[in-house]
């Protein structure tokens, strides 16, 4: 059984540009969330999809966006890519969010942005 | 600016022991927990996962214990390997209609052979 699959697993942007990223669930999973990981500010949401809906919104500006796909995939984008952006960005996809095995993760898209 | 990394707890093992991480939560409202360990260069993965209904959990080689009084969780590890050496984090969602994880700091568990 295939795991969350993301793409790229490595970017590197200039300031200014925007950045498309993709995360393919497990086969099943509905549920898509979106997190980003960096030394200074550990793992934090950003947004979680179920059956193309964002059910739940974290604390980052409008540059970043997301959605999902009738299939489940999902991506997210971030606009006007600033150098704070840089960070490794993971998806975890499960069943419908609340399942007792957990949320699995992918392994990551690192961003860098010059 | 610089930017300041988050200052990771440690703990430092012999192969062979047994290991304990702590996590204290911040959300009375939490129900549901997951342990996560990962290693450098890939995304966190399910360790074990605990309900606000319970207080102990076992699966293999692992235990987490969850004392919801003072808002604390901890992950024992059995016969600590040296592939057990990740950072390791603890997750909580609250009950409701939430549906993000709220990550703890992470603990970086170092095995020595």
């Known amino acids: 059984k295939a795991g969350v699959t993301q793409t790229p697993r490595y970017l590197i942007k200039t300031r200014g540009q925007q950045v498309t990223l993709s995360c393919s669930p497990i086969?099943?999973?509905?549920?898509v969330s979106w997190y980003q990981q960096t030394p200074g500010q550990g793992l934090q949401f950003l947004f979680e999809?179920?059956?193309?809906?964002?059910?739940n919104k974290g604390n980052f500006p409008g540059r970043f966006s997301g959605r999902q796909f009738s299939n489940s995939r999902s991506e997210m984008n971030v606009s006007t890519l600033e150098l704070g952006d840089s960070a490794l960005y993971l998806c975890?996809?499960?069943?419908?969010?609340?399942?007792?095995?957990?949320?699995?993760f992918g392994s990551g898209t690192r961003l860098t942005v010059v | 600016g610089e930017s300041v990394g988050l200052h990771l707890p440690t703990l430092s093992v012999q192969e062979g022991d047994n290991s304990i991480i702590n996590c204290a939560y911040s959300?009375?409202?939490?129900?549901?927990f997951i342990w996560y360990k990962q290693e450098s260069g890939k995304g966190p993965q399910f360790i074990i996962d605990?309900?606000?209904?319970?207080d102990k959990r076992q699966g293999q080689r692992v235990t987490v214990l969850l004392n919801k009084t003072v808002k604390h969780l901890s992950l024992q590890i059995a016969a600590t390997q040296p592939g057990d050496s990740a950072v390791y984090f603890c997750?909580?969602?609250?009950?409701?209609?939430?549906?993000?994880?709220?990550f703890g700091k992470g603990t970086l568990l170092t095995v020595n052979p």
């Open positions: 975890a996809s499960s069943l419908s969010a609340r399942e007792s095995y957990g949320y699995t």
């Open positions: 086969s099943g999973h509905r549920s």
């Open positions: 999809y179920f059956s193309e809906t964002q059910r």
């Open positions: 959300n009375s409202a939490s129900d549901y």
């Open positions: 605990i309900r606000s209904n319970m």
């Open positions: 997750a909580e969602i609250p009950g409701g209609s939430n549906y993000k994880l709220t």
